[in-house]
T-cell receptor, first 114, second 109 residues
Framework: DVKVTQSSRYLVKRTGEKVFLECVQD?????MFWYRQDPGLGLRLIYF???????EKGDIPEGYSVSREKKERFSLILESASTNQTSMYLC?????????????FGPGTRLTVL | DAKTTQPNSMESNEEEPVHLPCNHS???????IHWYRQLPSQGPEYVIH???SNVNNRMASLAIAEDRKSSTLILHRATLRDAAVYYC??????????FGKGTRLHILP
């Protein structure tokens, strides 16, 4: 069975802290994605990666960076967390870049920045 | 901006069919129509996708209008476990996936 795991379900951090959100997939997928989900706004793409050490900005990359040192792991980094980054963060992966490919999502990390 | 328009919410009775509409009037010829759903406290999960022809799988059916400007996700017999937010998404050659706000489906026992 396909599996995408995220390091934490719930996380509470303080303003200004550096935050790491980890995502791991066990399907040998090429592509990985980070979204945030906010009430009334749906899912918005932050960053994605089509290969190791490769990254592309999504729709809302400001305030975030990513790292993909290994194929199975895609990390989202908040260099200096702010309260407006309180959100649900979702990681996803797909096998191939393509219009018919299925996205597999992790369970999400609910981050609260105080 | 999302390229699809869906009702904010819908209600249906348990064990009855549910038809979830989606408008995508600006769809291009190479865009595929995908549906995902998100159960409470979970990440979204794939439901079905199609290009031009109607599609069926074990979860649902997808009916696509002849001009492809709209589609309908059909749950043949809704259960309480189908209560979720349903997202209709267009995925094209640029691979950018834009989720809209979706339709929150309530199932009444």
């Amino acid at each position: 069975d396909v599996k995408v795991t995220q390091s934490s379900r719930y996380l509470v951090k303080r303003t200004g802290e550096k935050v790491f959100l980890e995502c791991v997939q066990d399907m040998d997928h090429e592509n990985m994605f980070w979204y945030r989900q906010d009430p009334g706004l749906g899912l918005r793409l932050i960053y994605f990666s089509y290969d190791v050490k490769m990254k592309e900005k999504g729709d809302i990359p400001e305030g975030y960076s990513v790292s993909r040192e290994k194929k199975e792991r895609f990390s989202l980094i908040l260099e200096s967390a702010s309260t407006n980054q309180t959100s649900m963060y979702l990681c996803a992966s797909t096998e191939n870049p393509g219009v018919t490919d299925t996205q597999y999502f992790g369970p999400g990390t609910r981050l609260t920045v105080l | 901006d999302a390229k699809t328009t869906q009702p904010n919410s819908m209600e249906s009775n348990e064990e009855e069919p549910v038809h979830l509409p989606c408008n995508h009037s600006t769809i291009s010829g190479t865009d595929y129509i995908h549906w995902y759903r998100q159960l409470p406290s979970q990440g979204p999960e794939y439901v079905i996708h199609g290009l031009t022809s109607n599609v069926n799988n074990r979860m649902a059916s997808l009916a696509i209008a002849e001009d492809r400007k709209s589609s309908t996700l059909i749950l043949h017999r809704a259960t309480l476990r189908d209560a979720a937010v349903y997202y209709c998404i267009l995925i094209g050659r640029d691979d950018k996936i834009i989720f809209g706000k979706g339709t929150r489906l309530h199932i009444l026992p």
